[in-house]
């Protein structure tokens, strides 16, 4: 019994030390405006119903809630142009009006006219890119209030994910330039941290550096001195105790302590 208390205790440990990663991260998950994206599992799409919100008719997405199931039969709420421009513009990704209908354009196919019909594996095509998955590394295809995109994860940016954001790593605004892109696709710490997390502070932008922090010259404040006050604000000085708790050391601690008490649970040094 003790040994189950202990092993459950180690698995809520390891859920705690992901989950505090995650937080300190922005993942893309919102549109140009600022509303959560809609992700859709392709794998699970599945045709209209009448309580469903989104859904399959006739092969293709659609909004069911535009549509009315009428003896068997699926028929749209009106047939005018101003609908058809919002399923191309919001439901397709290569869609095109054609005599007052949306369709996909020569080549496209699919329920969201993604397939492109030169590639195999009903793959995407992007110019530059070629055949590829419709998001790339490992973004999920979402609905948002302007049409089709993808939800990132990690430090990835852009419609499909598919540019390269290190910024994203950081948990705010703040912190936006501990990392920065490199060459060869992967993050790096910027010139002004070090460190496996780029938690360190090794120079400053506008301050002086003194025992692992900055202190900022007048008009600037941040953790490295690169954010200028704005007119008629007083700029709060940086303190250690303060920086520290800012470029997240006590998170860092935090999770050393757990990794600790975790291997002792592992190696049986701790009994009940």
């Known amino acids: 019994m003790i040994l189950k208390g202990i092993h459950f ?18 993942f893309k998950n919102t549109d140009s405006d600022g509303e959560n994206l809609e992700e859709i599992n392709l794998d699970t799409l599945a045709n209209c119903t009448t309580e469903t919100e989104f859904g399959l008719i006739n092969g293709f997405f659609e909004e069911c809630g535009l549509w009315e199931y009428d003896n068997g039969k699926w028929r749209k ?23 007052g209908i949306c369709i996909c354009k020569p ?21 530059g890119r070629g055949c590829t998955t419709i998001c790339e590394n490992n973004g999920v295809l979402s ?63 506008h301050g002086k550096y003194e025992n692992g922090y900055c ?13 200028k006050c704005k007119t008629n604000q007083t700029c709060i ?11 997240s050391v006590n998170y860092n601690i935090f999770n050393q302590v757990l990794l600790f008490i975790l291997l002792l649970i592992h190696f049986k040094i701790i009994f009940v």
Do not use: M
């Not at 499909?160 to 060869?184: G, K, M, Q, Y």
């Not at 202190?215 to 954010?227: N, Q, R």
């Open 143 to 205: 609905k948002g209030n302007n049409g089709l995109e993808c939800s990132c994860k990690n430090q990835w940016d852009g419609r499909w994910c598919e540019r390269l954001a290190c910024w994203r790593l950081t948990p705010d605004e703040l912190h936006s330039r501990r990392f920065i892109n490199s060459v060869n696709g992967t993050c790096k710490c910027s010139e002004y941290y070090s460190g496996p997390e780029c938690l360190n502070i090794v120079s400053c932008v």
């Open 77 to 99: 709420n009106g047939n005018n142009i101003e609908y058809e421009e919002i399923r191309c513009k919001h439901n397709r990704i290569n869609g095109i009006i054609e005599n």
């Open 9 to 26: 205790f180690g698995h809520i440990i390891l859920i705690l030390l992901f989950l505090s990663g995650v937080f300190l991260q922005r």
């Open 215 to 227: 202190k900022c010259h007048p008009s600037y404040h941040g953790e490295i001195c690169d954010i």
């Open 107 to 127: 080549g496209w196919s699919g329920a969201f006219c993604h397939i492109y019909n030169k590639c195999s594996d009903n793959l995407f095509f992007r110019k």
């Open 237 to 247: 000085e940086n303190l250690p105790e303060e920086i520290l708790s800012v470029n």
